[in-house]
């Protein structure tokens, strides 16, 4: 059992934040880690950890399409994500964010570059390589959020406008998790970009899962997220978190509810693909300054890492990965 104090301005960093019309952006360190998807788009940013599985994610799709190359698709492994521990004046902090040296990012974005380009191995595009997928718009500043608002207010007008756009420090772009991709052509739509639910935007649409991604504004759940569908918006938070919220068709506002009933030390939400056990539980963030989180574990139960995210709304959501179950 170990007790990991964290500051409940936490709450407002972290994948798994909530952010939308209720709930706006309050986190204060989004911007530490952004970097380019890949080496064509210099201008799409995410936050780190997003955009190598975003990489890893479309690297897949086309690997499984180039049979004579291979490229590795471990899905969650979670290399990149590391989890520091360090002990401050007696007390156990947790840092969520992962740390890459910039030779890592830059052999990251390299690689990441290969797909986009078309052909796994740079050879000859042939016809099976005939869709690509573009990179449209990831992370927004707060100013570049407030341009897009603004002028599609005057050239789209109100309506179009509620229903597409999000208010500055409203929108989940500002979070540098989400991004929004079209399917490769020459007049790309900026705002509304075509993703459809066919070819390779399908391809990518059924792989997301495993790399963390999610379809974030889904048909049919307009009434929670009040932003009509975007088969296009696509958001990180995590696997295992992206597969439990797609195999129960949860918007991210019904996955945040239903964690709620999860604790420390009542029922874990459970998750398991095979390679890994995750157990998963919320922890509502305490009155006073500091929310104390224990770790219901012992040191020999193998917990081989746990994140801890904050939600935006008013607590935590600790994800614990074992290499076995605890007794
Ligand atoms: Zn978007």
Request: proline share 4%; net charge negative; aromatic share 10%.
């Amino acid at each position: 059992m170990m007790g990991i104090l964290v500051e409940n301005k936490e709450i407002y960093e972290g994948k798994l934040i909530l952010v939308n019309g209720d709930f706006p952006l309050r986190g204060e360190s989004i911007s530490t880690s952004l970097t380019p998807v890949n080496e064509k788009y210099p201008q799409v940013l995410l936050q780190a950890e997003a955009a190598q599985m975003l990489g890893q994610a479309l690297r897949s799709i086309k690997a499984a399409e180039c049979k004579d190359v291979s490229v590795s698709a471990s899905g969650c492994s979670s290399k990149g994500e590391r989890t520091k521990i360090q002990k401050e004046g007696g007390y156990f902090l947790a840092y969520y964010s992962p740390v890459f040296s910039e030779s890592e990012q830059t052999e990251m974005q390299k690689k990441n570059t290969v797909l986009v380009s078309g052909c796994c191995d740079g050879r000859e595009q042939t016809n099976i390589y005939k869709e690509s997928i573009a990179l449209v718009s990831g992370y927004r500043s707060e100013k570049e959020q407030t341009d897009i608002y603004e002028s599609s207010l005057k050239e789209n007008g109100a309506e179009f406008t509620a229903e597409f756009v999000a208010l500055p420090n409203h929108s989940e772009h500002q979070t540098g998790l989400a991004i929004d991709l079209g399917l490769e052509k020459e007049n790309i739509d900026f705002i509304c970009p075509d993703f459809p639910y066919e070819g390779i935007c399908e391809k990518f649409r059924a792989a997301a899962p495993q790399y963390g991604f999610i379809e974030r504004y889904r048909k049919g759940k307009e009434n929670i997220t009040k932003i009509a569908p975007e088969p296009w918006h696509f958001r990180y938070v995590g696997f295992p978190h992206s597969a439990i919220i797609s195999e129960n068709n949860f918007a991210l506002e019904e996955y945040i509810k239903y964690l709620k009933q999860f604790s420390a030390n009542g029922e874990h939400l459970k998750y398991d693909n095979g390679k890994t056990h995750f157990e998963i539980f919320y922890v509502q963030a305490e009155k006073a300054d500091i929310t104390k989180i224990m770790l219901p574990y012992n040191t020999d139960d193998a917990v081989s890492a746990y994140e801890i995210s904050g939600n935006n709304v008013d607590g935590f959501v600790v994800t614990c990965s074992l290499l076995r179950q605890p007794h």
